[in-house]
């Protein structure tokens, strides 16, 4: 599976956007792109995956580039409940390996 | 729908004992996965089963632990002789398919004294 590099944290203030980049360069073309987030002591939680195409779901939208050595996930309007670690994983049918991930915090 | 059941939730051993987890999958889930989360630290894979067979036990420890997924009934992380550094979150994941659509259990923080 590719190596994806995150930021170690990030901060976001209440009710704006949080966009949480990933850098996955040596992506191959049948790997998804996943979401994951893990917040406080509990499992993890799916968020969304995509391909190529940008995607959007309940939950975030994913938009990836057109080379698809990076992406970004989008929280539209951040609660504090959002505070979480996120996890991009690009992975093709195989398990699921959890890398640092990225803390986010978001402020009131 | 019921989603992945863990438990016990919480679970506390003394050094020496045994600490039998339990996963129940979702529903028309036939795959597992056990994943291991020390103190402050990240998760980290340990073993991928499907019924009555281990597929990928490459990050179980070689010693005291085992797994298995009987034909009936949950899934069992076993932890013979517990020593203080196997305290951590243990979580478990099911899917409908080989390593797509995972859906994590609430996890089993197992503590030992």
């Known amino acids: 599976d590719a190596k994806t590099t995150q930021p170690t944290s990030m901060d976001c203030a209440e009710g704006r956007a949080a966009n949480l980049p990933c850098n996955h360069s040596t992506i191959s073309g049948n790997e998804y792109v996943y979401w994951y987030r893990q917040i406080h002591s509990q499992g993890p939680q799916y968020i969304i995956h995509g391909l190529k195409n940008n995607e959007t779901n309940e939950m975030a939208s994913l938009i990836i580039t057109e080379d698809r050595k990076s992406s970004t996930l989008i929280l539209p309007h951040a609660t504090l409940r959002d505070t979480a670690v996120y996890y991009c994983i690009a992975l093709f049918y195989d398990k699921v390996i959890f890398g640092p991930g990225t803390s986010l915090s978001v402020i009131p | 729908n019921a989603g992945v059941m863990q438990n016990p939730r919480h679970l506390v051993r003394r050094r020496g004992q045994e600490a039998r987890l339990r996963c129940s999958p979702m529903k028309g889930h036939s795959h597992v996965y056990w994943y291991r989360q020390l103190p402050e630290e990240g998760l980290k894979f340990m073993v991928y089963?499907?019924?009555?067979?281990?597929?990928?036990e490459s990050g179980m420890p070689k010693e005291r632990f085992s797994a298995e997924f009987p034909k009936e009934g949950p899934s069992i992380l076993r932890i013979q002789q517990v020593v203080r550094g196997d305290s951590a979150a243990y979580f478990c994941?099911?899917?409908?398919?080989?390593?797509?659509?995972?859906?994590f259990g609430s996890g089993t923080r197992l503590t030992v004294v």
């Open positions: 994941a099911s899917s409908p398919l080989q390593d797509y659509g995972y859906t």
């Open positions: 089963l499907q019924k009555e067979n281990i597929i990928d």
